[in-house]
């Protein structure tokens, strides 16, 4: 426990910093994102054209198996339902990856800036700091706009909330700025485990990668190779399916 401050300023910290570990998470991710965010697309790319195939010989494995000849039209229709949910991911994927790459990257005085506003907003405004927050509607409003203006390091905007947050508490008073102190130690021992749990799992631990250009580029070499092995993987596959294709039609059990 920290020396010279109560449990109510330490759960208070904790509230604060489990925010912070929050917002660096998504910033790594955004920066991972932004880092590898083709390779990501073009490895999940490569993974699924493998199930695809894989799909597809199991589909007309089936159907040499018991004999029966193969429909196109019903492979392919059958086939498409399977990989509807892969394709749609990876259009999400794709999608995702070109928004953060024609985001602009913020500057390293922003995103300073933006957390040290962030940090002042949040503990006067925290709904577990202020209870008056989730029950007063401009104070939501307000906590919802400094979120979203941090996730962007809209400086501007930050500043502009905080300003507005002042204001609006300097009219209702300060009467939500009591903490239930009941099971405080428990409380704060959550909030120790849930930052621990947020700091050693992914997207968090993207920083250890984005901050050391050697694990950066190694990165980029498992994710490359990684590629270019589920390319020599569909090539497998497909040789396969050409001869599962051509025996079937071979035993008159195909088309």
């Not at 695809?52 to 492979?75: H, P, S």
């Not at 800036?113 to 940090?119: A, D, V, W």
């Not at 104070?139 to 609006?168: G, P, R």
């Not at 396969?240 to 195909?254: I, P």
Request: a negative charge.
């Amino acid at each position: 426990m920290s020396e010279g401050l109560t449990k109510r300023e330490i759960y208070e910290n904790l509230i604060i910093e489990k925010e912070q570990y929050m917002k660096d998470a998504l910033a790594y991710e955004i920066g991972f994102m932004r880092e590898f965010g083709e390779l990501f697309a073009d490895n999940f790319k490569a993974k699924i054209e493998c199930i695809r195939l894989k799909k597809t010989i199991g589909f007309c494995q089936a159907k040499i198996n018991r004999g029966i000849k193969i429909n196109v039209d019903e492979m392919n229709s059958q086939i498409d339902d399977d990989m509807h949910g892969y394709y749609s991911e990876l259009k999400r994927i794709m999608r995702d990856a070109k928004e953060i790459i024609e985001r602009g990257k913020a500057t390293d005085d922003a995103i300073e800036t933006s957390k040290n506003i962030y940090h002042r907003i949040a503990k006067v405004l925290h709904p577990e700091i202020n209870r008056q927050t989730e029950n007063v509607q401009r104070l939501k409003e307000l906590w919802n706009q400094a979120n979203e203006a941090y996730y962007k390091y809209d400086v501007y905007a930050l500043s502009n909330i905080e300003v507005a947050v002042d204001k609006t508490l300097a009219e209702l008073g300060t009467a939500g700025f009591e903490i239930d102190e009941r099971r405080i130690d428990e409380k704060i021992e959550i909030l120790k485990k849930q930052i621990a749990r947020i700091a050693n799992g992914k997207p968090y631990t993207y920083g250890e990668i984005l901050n050391n250009d050697t694990k950066k580029k190694l990165k980029k070499s498992e994710m490359q190779r990684e590629i270019e092995d589920y390319k020599v993987y569909a090539t497998n596959l497909e040789e396969l399916l050409e001869q599962l294709l051509a025996e079937g039609g071979n035993n008159d059990s195909l088309w």
